[in-house]
């Protein structure tokens, strides 16, 4: 898993038990996976479909830096389902985990259209 965004934890991110509140967690891991699915599908226009269950750990309290991992589960015809970690810059001690996200390549009329991506691809590959 490559883990490359990383977001430093300030006193607005906080809830009253003085962590990070995990509505501003998931705002950042719904933000990384988007970019990642448009990067890779190559399509801005794509919707987050589906997360399963979210698995909250231990919780990052100010001062931390968090770092958002994402890997590729599998390929769908106009999906493609990702998984992410969420870990501690410093101590590398697990914060969140998502098995499954799902997001849906939409086509110019905003419905579901197949990608024609079956493997990750890096943009430096892209421009050989």
Partial sequence: ???HTRKWVKPEDL???GTLFGGRLLEWIDEEAALY???QLENK???T???SEINFINAPVQGDIVEIGIEVVKFGTTSIT???EVRNKMTREEILSIDQMVFVNLGEDGK???HGKSKVEFV???LN
């Fill in 15 to 17: 809830n009253p038990n």
């Fill in 45 to 47: 226009h794509i919707v």
């Fill in 49 to 51: 479909k589906f997360m």
């Fill in 124 to 126: 430096k590959d892209r």
């Fill in 82 to 84: 990702l998984k992410v």
């Fill in 37 to 39: 699915t448009i990067v």
């Fill in 1 to 3: 898993m490559n883990f």
């Fill in 112 to 114: 579901p259209a197949p």
